[in-house]
């Protein structure tokens, strides 16, 4: 059982360069997020999905665009990299209903843009 | 907006020994969830142990504890006989009940990075 899954693990952009993070979870999860994780800021939310086809803003939206064409994958793209969004990118999924359920992640994406 | 605040950037202890974590929170709601995770070099996010705010019996997980006061917006998370194994990075989260725009989020501290001495 592979949990959640990120493609790649690093990567390196040049300032506009576009590329997209794969997120895959195989555990039927509802919703899935995709975070950022800078020094001293802890995790944002960037953007997240609630069911196959949707999507919403978080956080921090500027910059990303999101799809989820299907229920275990959430893509992550960024069509004009800046050095702003070097960072360390977080997805997790999580059951639909509330209570304690809690978020799974996937081992992280590190991304530079120089 | 709920907010967390972590006001221990860097925490040590030595093996074996206690250490306790702070954690405050803002928000307005009555009812919600707060977590701690740990985040080792491997950057995996594990999830430590969680507290229903509605429960006025602290969360324990093994050697891990929580201290929740809620009427102090305070959520503390106590490590016994630390091991070499829990150095890294900890995150205390908070979560409302309320479902917005379809979903339960994630607030995040800051983070606070615990070393272990032999």
């Known amino acids: 059982n592979a949990g959640v899954t990120q493609t790649p693990k690093f990567r390196v952009l040049k300032t506009g360069q576009s590329m997209t993070l794969l997120c895959a979870q195989d555990?039927?999860?509802?919703?899935m997020y995709w975070y950022r994780q800078d020094p001293g800021m802890g995790l944002r939310l960037i953007h997240y999905?609630?069911?196959?086809?949707?999507?919403a803003k978080g956080e921090v939206p500027d910059g990303y665009n999101v799809s989820r064409l299907k229920k275990q994958n959430f893509l992550l793209g960024l069509e004009s990299a800046a050095p702003s969004q070097t960072s360390v990118y977080f997805c997790?999924?999580?059951?639909?209903?509330?209570?304690?359920?809690?978020?799974?992640f996937g081992p992280g994406t590190r991304l530079t843009v120089t | 907006a709920q907010t967390v605040t972590q006001s221990q950037p860097e925490m040590s202890v030595q093996e074996a020994e206690t250490v306790t974590l702070s954690c405050t929170y803002d928000?307005?709601?009555?009812?919600?969830?707060l977590f701690w995770y740990k985040q080792p070099p491997s950057r995996q996010m594990i999830l430590v142990i969680r507290q229903e705010a509605y429960k006025q019996q602290n969360a324990t997980e093994n050697r891990f504890s929580v201290n929740f006061q809620k009427a102090a917006k305070s959520f503390s998370l106590k490590i016994s006989d630390s091991q070499l194994g829990d150095a890294a990075m900890y995150f205390c989260?908070?979560?409302?009940?309320?479902?917005?725009?379809?979903?339960?989020?994630?607030?995040f501290g800051q983070g606070t990075r615990l070393t272990i001495n032999p």
């Open positions: 997790a999924s999580s059951y639909r209903t509330g209570g304690t359920y809690e978020q799974y």
């Open positions: 928000t307005s709601e009555s009812d919600y969830y």
């Open positions: 999905s609630v069911g196959e086809g949707t999507t």
């Open positions: 989260a908070y979560r409302g009940s309320y479902i917005i725009q379809g979903a339960q989020k994630l607030v």
């Open positions: 555990m039927n999860h509802e919703y």
